[in-house]
């Protein structure tokens, strides 16, 4: 009876891995609601791209990081460094990455295998998580991106995402949690990017995403500052 009971279980597990896994043709784009991030996930798909489960990280969180370019930043917020992590860590990521220079896309969990578009309802960041955003790098100028969460270390009070294969810009952001000498906290953000041009690596992309992390991290400070309201 229980060598059938575990045979039941492992079909089952098949049956989801081969009928249940999401596709990227199965996004509903007019709950999307940005035509840059539609036309990056056609540029997926025309990559070979087919599962959300095929998208990967450019760079793994134990992956060297020799040949790419570094940039480094340091945020501070006067509170407490378990009041701030627990805050980047469970603010719904479709809040915490929607602001002036940026607007959430959409969010597919490989944990859950679920879709999460504007306005769901997500605890927080995990590991596995895609993030997909249009950057309004310019009054003119719109892209998307994506990412995937790759680190989330309560312990050591770090996390990582990376852009994923099909981006642009191969890489990862990092960001460190520590506590000062007044009992607030800093958040040291390093990231480690690259790409095929090196004017758009040693120009542009410093520029534009000193930028967008300001705004990132200057929302996150507003959030908090709300919620303790």
Not at 47 to 66: G, I
Not at 68 to 85: A, G, P, T
Not at 145 to 150: G, Q
Request: glycine residues 4%; charged residues 20%.
């Amino acid at each position: 009876m229980k060598r059938v009971l575990l045979l039941s279980v492992f079909f089952n597990f098949l049956a989801y891995l081969c009928c249940g896994q999401l596709y990227l043709a199965d996004v509903e784009f007019d709950k999307v609601g940005c035509v840059q991030v539609e036309h990056y996930v056609q540029g997926q798909i025309k990559n070979n791209t087919e599962k959300f489960t095929d998208v990967k990280p450019s760079l793994e969180p134990t992956a060297s990081t020799a040949g790419f370019r570094f940039h480094e930043r340091e945020y501070f917020i006067k509170d407490s460094l378990l009041n701030v992590w627990g805050h980047y860590v469970h603010t719904n990521p479709s809040i915490a990455w929607n602001a002036s220079r940026f607007s959430f896309g959409m969010l597919f969990s490989k944990n859950n295998n679920q879709l999460i578009y504007p306005n769901g309802d997500v605890d927080g960041i995990d590991r596995g998580q895609i993030i997909y955003l249009n950057l309004n790098v310019l009054k003119i100028k719109k892209l998307a991106t994506a990412f995937e969460i790759t680190t989330v270390d309560d312990k050591k009070k770090v996390i990582e995402f990376s852009y994923v294969e099909d981006n642009i810009t191969h890489g990862k952001q990092q960001l460190s949690f520590s506590q000062t000498r007044k009992g607030f906290t800093k958040i040291t953000h390093r990231t480690y990017f690259k790409s095929q041009s090196a004017l758009r690596d040693h120009f542009l992309y410093p520029y534009f995403h000193t930028r967008l992390t300001n705004t990132y991290h200057r929302n996150m400070k507003h959030l908090l500052k709300t919620k303790e309201n």
